[in-house]
Every structure is written in structure tokens, then in C-alpha cells.
């Protein structure tokens, strides 16, 4: 099956009245050039089974949800912009799945939902300016998102949960409200080459009992921390850039476990690094110099990281003692 716009762009409506604008439900669809418009409580393209190729389009007002794709069912979606609309732009069901090319995502409620068991696929996508996350991959999820721009989410631009998995390559993570990135309880997350830039909370929060691995990101800019690896997370930063947070760069809380490896923790406005009583901490061949009030920050009862390798911390090492001030001490 085929429907294909014959106009320009924008020419060729197709407006639900109640219901979904179109429901697939065979094997192939193709719908090239379409625009769609929805009605309250459903979605505006819904696919309940087979799979969907939506080209060079555009999805609008959708108060439930743009695009639905269903348990088993598939869509593609090149050059298409959904958004914007009160709902969320793209839900992906249990064990449904997702490739996206070139689209633009804007819905008030979410960008991406994936839902457990659910793929998605981005590639040079946008996905920008809801009120919670422009990413949110549910319990057993996976997600490869890559060269993509998710940022002015009021919550985090990437919220991963129990048991996901997902993979950013080369995304860039700006201005979002709340996290760049953020990894709840036995999530797993891997980030390479990505710029992790001017968000309200950390740029990355590895929370209790996730993993994350970074490689080759920036960290910079941020209106708080860098990094946040809080109890019971643990994480590997691999040749990685903090600079420029308002917080420290990287802050390991009681219970927390994090391994740095040729990282540099440059300009912060704060603290390079922050470690917390119970907290464990391996330094291999970084840098940490001119950040504002210290290199290695140890709180009162922490103990001192482990250092490997030749490490440059240029701006010294400060404990805080049983009054609460600030000493100078030196490594053991």
C-alpha cells in the first residue's frame, strides 16, 4: 500500500476527525509527502501491526501521541517533523520498533518513549523542547541514538531506566532544564564523542546501581555538576573534558564507584573533583588544573582516589576537617 502526495510540501492534508488520522495494519505501507493532523485521545499515525515507511512529511496535533507504533509492528520515518503537539511525538510499545533519519521530534510531553522490549533507531535527528524528556527509554529498552540534538527538555534530555540499554554517538546534549543525561537504577548507558553542554542539572547523573561507560565526551558549561556518579552507581569516563561547570566536575557520592582515564578537569568554577566518605576513585593519567576553589576536594571522612599513571593535579589536593574547614594535604 501506497499513499503519496502529489503536491507541495504542506498541500496534502489529512485530518482526523475522531481516531487516528491513518491506522496501518499490513505488511508494507509506504506514505511519502503526507501531512497529518489528529484528534483528542489517540494518535495521529498509528501502527498496530506490519511496518510503515513515512517519508519527507509532517505530524501535528497530536494530543496523545504523534506517532504509535505498536507491539511487533515497525516504522521508518526520513525527513519527517513531528511537532509540534501537546502529546508525546514518538511512542515505540513493547517489543515494537523504531528507525529514525533526518526528523525533527517537538512534543510538549516527551520526544522518544520506548517502552520495555522496544528498539529505536536515531540518526541525525532533533528532538527538542518538551516538558520532561526528549529521550525516555523504559525498563528493558534499547536505544542507539547517533549525530542527534536533543535539548530544552524542562526534566533531562536522556532518561534511561531500570534495566535499558542505551547508545549515544556523537549527540549533542544542550540546554536542557534538568540532566543531560540521566541513569537510573540498573540502567546501562555508553556515551561516545558526545558534548554534554549547558544543562540546569549534572551533565550526567549515574544513579544507584547503574553503569555508564564515556568516551571521548565533553562535560562543560553546566549550571551545576559535570558529573554526578551517586550510591551504588559506577562508571568508567574514558579521555573525557569537564570544564566550565558551576559545580564540580565530577562528584562521586557515599557508595559510588568511578575509574577516570586521560581525563581533564579544567576551568571549573568550582571544585575538578569531589569525593564523599565511601566513596572509590581511580585517577589514571589525567589532568585536573584551574578550577576555582581546588583540584581534589576530599570530604572529612573520604578516603584519597587512587592514582595511576603520571596525573597532573596542578590545583593541589583540600580535605575538609572536623570543623568543617578547608586544609591543604598531601595524597598518601
Do not use: W, Y
Not at 549547558?198 to 565526551?217: K, S, Y
Not at 566550565?244 to 578537569?265: F, I, K, T, Y
Request: glycine share 16%.
Amino acid at each position: 500500500m501506497a499513499i503519496l502526495a502529489l503536491g507541495e510540501p504542506g498541500e496534502v492534508i489529512i485530518q482526523a476527525s475522531s481516531g487516528p488520522a491513518i491506522v496501518v495494519q499490513t505488511q508494507s505501507a509506504l506514505l511519502r509527502g503526507l501531512t497529518l493532523q489528529g484528534s483528542a485521545g489517540e494518535a495521529v499515525l498509528k501502527v498496530q501491526s506490519g511496518s510503515v515507511r513515512v517519508e519527507d512529511g509532517r505530524i501535528m496535533d497530536f494530543p496523545e501521541a504523534g506517532v504509535e507504533v505498536g507491539s511487533g509492528a515497525q516504522a521508518s520515518l526520513e525527513n519527517v517533523v513531528i511537532g509540534p503537539g501537546p502529546g508525546v511525538a514518538l511512542r515505540v510499545r513493547s517489543r515494537g520498533q523504531a528507525t529514525l533519519v533526518g526528523a525533527t521530534l517537538q512534543g510538549e510531553s516527551g520526544g522518544v518513549e520506548v517502552e520495555g522490549g522496544g528498539r529505536v533507531q536515531l540518526s541525525g535527528c532533533r528532538l527538542l523542547d518538551s516538558r520532561f524528556a526528549g529521550l525516555l527509554a523504559l525498563e528493558q529498552s534499547q536505544v542507539v541514538g547517533e549525530t542527534s540534538d536533543i535539548g530544552n527538555h524542562a526534566c533531562a534530555g536522556v532518561h534511561v531506566l531500570a534495566g535499558a540499554n542505551v547508545v549515544l554517538r556523537q549527540c549533542r546534549l544542550a540546554g536542557n532544564a534538568g540532566f543531560g543525561v540521566s541513569v537510573m537504577d540498573r540502567g546501562l548507558a555508553t556515551l561516545e564523542g558526545c558534548q554534554v553542554q549547558a544543562n540546569g542539572g549534572a551533565g550526567l547523573l549515574i544513579h544507584r546501581g547503574a553503569t555508564v561507560q564515556a568516551r571521548t565526551c565533553t562535560f562543560s558549561e553546566g549550571r551545576s555538576l559535570g558529573v554526578d556518579c551517586a550510591d551504588g552507581g559506577q562508571g568508567v569516563l574514558d579521555a573525557c573534558e569537564l570544564s566550565g561547570n558551576a559545580g564540580a566536575g565530577v562528584q562521586v557520592e557515599p557508595g559510588g564507584s568511578l575509574l577516570l582515564v586521560r581525563c581533564s578537569l579544567n576551568e571549573g568554577r568550582d571544585t575538578g573533583l569531589l569525593l564523599m566518605e565511601d566513596s572509590e576513585v581511580t585517577l589514571e593519567e589525567c589532568v585536573v588544573r584551574r578550577n576555582a576553589r581546588g583540584g581534589v576536594l576530599l570530604a572529612k571522612d573520604a578516603a584519597d582516589p587512587v592514582l595511576r599513571g603520571g596525573n597532573r593535579i596542578e590545583d593541589g589536593f583540600l580535605r575538609v576537617d572536623a570543623g568543617g574547614n578547608l586544609v591543604k594535604v598531601t595524597p598518601i
